[in-house]
């Protein structure tokens, strides 16, 4: 069964930082393409972040450029985004998701990504 399990969400002040996990059991990372996303209360799901199959090309939207550094490490079949200088705009469930059909970013497109986690809450909020 193949799964992703985000963690590393929580409450955070405005300039902090968070580094978020997405760790993946029943299939191979290297061979998948991983973006994060997020999605805040009546807002649509929103892509931050992607990373190729073999980790070495990374993409990020311009709401993530700059302060969210996306990485992987395919020996603990994990990817991390690490997030800094916070904002209580970033407040939002934050997703992980997987795609084998590229080697590349495909873009921020939900339906290109068949695999997703079941989330991890950020709130930002002094």
């Known amino acids: 069964q193949l799964q992703l399990v985000e963690s590393g969400g929580g409450l955070v002040q405005p300039g902090g930082s968070l580094r978020l996990s997405c760790a993946a059991s029943?299939?191979?990372?290297?061979?998948?393409?991983i973006g994060w996303f997020r999605q805040a209360p009546g807002k649509a799901r929103e892509g931050l972040s992607c990373i190729s199959k073999g980790g070495e090309l990374t993409d990020y939207a311009d709401s993530a450029k700059g302060r969210f550094t996306i990485s992987k490490d395919n020996a603990k079949n994990t990817v991390y985004l690490q997030m800094t200088s916070l904002k209580p705009e970033d407040t939002a469930v934050y997703y992980c998701?997987?795609?084998?059909?590229?080697?590349?970013?495909?873009?921020?497109?939900?339906?290109?990504?068949?695999?997703w986690g079941q989330g991890t809450q950020v709130t930002v909020s002094s």
């Open positions: 029943g299939f191979t990372l290297a061979n998948y393409v």
């Open positions: 998701a997987a795609t084998p059909g590229h080697y590349y970013c495909p873009g921020y497109d939900p339906y290109d990504f068949d695999t």
